[in-house]
């Protein structure tokens, strides 16, 4: 993604993809976003991948799929990863998410999605998410998936603004957690 810059809180926001350089401040906004997902959700923060990965793990992460991140200075105020599969069935966990899965052959799976407190409700997580679907239609993917909390309202409305769809939602994490998806 180039690189461009959008009026913000303190000056211009820039949106640029991603480097391992960038893991540390990545890291401090997930954190910072889990919190409220977290009391939105119900759940408890020690439940979510994001609130304990380290920063080697989120570099990691940056480096193996991609990850678009939006700052004012030298802080994350937004960011957003996908990684792309050809076995978008890998994500299956009921026959119900098997029949509607088997129909797509390349899949990208949305993760780490964050907006910073002081910028939510300002187009930014949309633009982050309009971003991302570019990306997946540029690499052939024919759906795009993410998981959520299914009882976080206002994400599943997010998402569902988006054209994305809940599919099934399990319990294997403690918490009831959706399955969504938006065909391309």
Do not use: W
Not at 41 to 66: C, P, Q, W, Y
């Amino acid at each position: 993604m180039r690189q461009n810059a959008i009026s913000g809180m303190n000056g211009d926001l820039v949106t640029r993809t991603a480097t391992g350089n960038d893991a540390a401040a990545i890291q401090r906004l997930l954190r910072a976003a889990m919190l409220t997902y977290c009391a939105e959700s119900k759940i408890k923060a020690g439940m979510l991948e994001a609130m304990t990965e380290s920063i080697e793990s989120v570099e990691d992460r940056i480096r193996n799929n991609h990850c678009i991140a939006v700052f004012d200075g030298d802080t994350a105020v937004g960011t957003i990863t996908a990684g792309i599969t050809d076995t978008p069935l890998r994500y299956s966990f009921s026959e119900k998410t098997e029949q509607v899965l088997k129909g797509y052959a390349k899949a990208s799976y949305i993760s780490r999605f964050a907006v910073i407190q002081g910028l939510r409700r300002e187009g930014l997580g949309i633009g982050l998410m309009s971003a991302i679907e570019d990306y997946s239609r540029q690499n052939g993917c024919d759906v795009m998936l993410l998981h959520c909390a299914a009882v976080n309202k206002k994400m599943t409305a997010f998402y569902g603004a988006r054209g994305f769809e809940l599919i099934d939602s399990e319990n294997s994490r403690g918490y009831p957690r959706g399955l969504f998806a938006k065909r391309l």
